[in-house]
């Protein structure tokens, strides 16, 4: 009987110093790690604060508002979501355009050349199911 209790004392330290090294053997990682100016992308705009902003064209007139902000699934792309028309959510027409296409003038969001007939002409945008 004390030979099966050592033998079963001895198997669970084992496993236990083991256990460790195991999980220590995994690939290791890397993380790219870049100089970032901090006063320049303090001075810049909080996502938070551009969903939901008005987007006006050229000639001052509201054409949309920015319902939302998304990147391609490899981070490259920025693009903005906007809402085009419609009242309290109903009969909304949704768009998306690339974000740099979008100008920030004077605490105001610009689609210069941009309408609300030209953006209505662009395909309809469906938020993924995932």
Known sequence: MKKT???AS???ISMGLLMPQANAQGAPQ???IAKVDL?????GYRASKVIGSSV???RNEAIGKIDDLLVTR???E?????????FLGMGTHMVVVRYD???FVDKKIVLPGGTKDGLKMLPAFQYSEE
């Not at 006063?39 to 001075?43: K, L, S």
């Not at 920025?78 to 419609?86: D, F, N, Q, T």
């Open 5 to 7: 209790v050592l033998a």
């Open 10 to 12: 001895v198997a669970i």
């Open 30 to 32: 890397s993380v790219e």
């Open 39 to 43: 006063q320049r992308v303090a001075a």
């Open 56 to 58: 006006l064209n050229d």
């Open 74 to 76: 490899d981070g490259q």
């Open 78 to 86: 920025p693009y903005a979501v906007l809402s085009i028309g419609g």
């Open 101 to 103: 296409s979008l100008k």
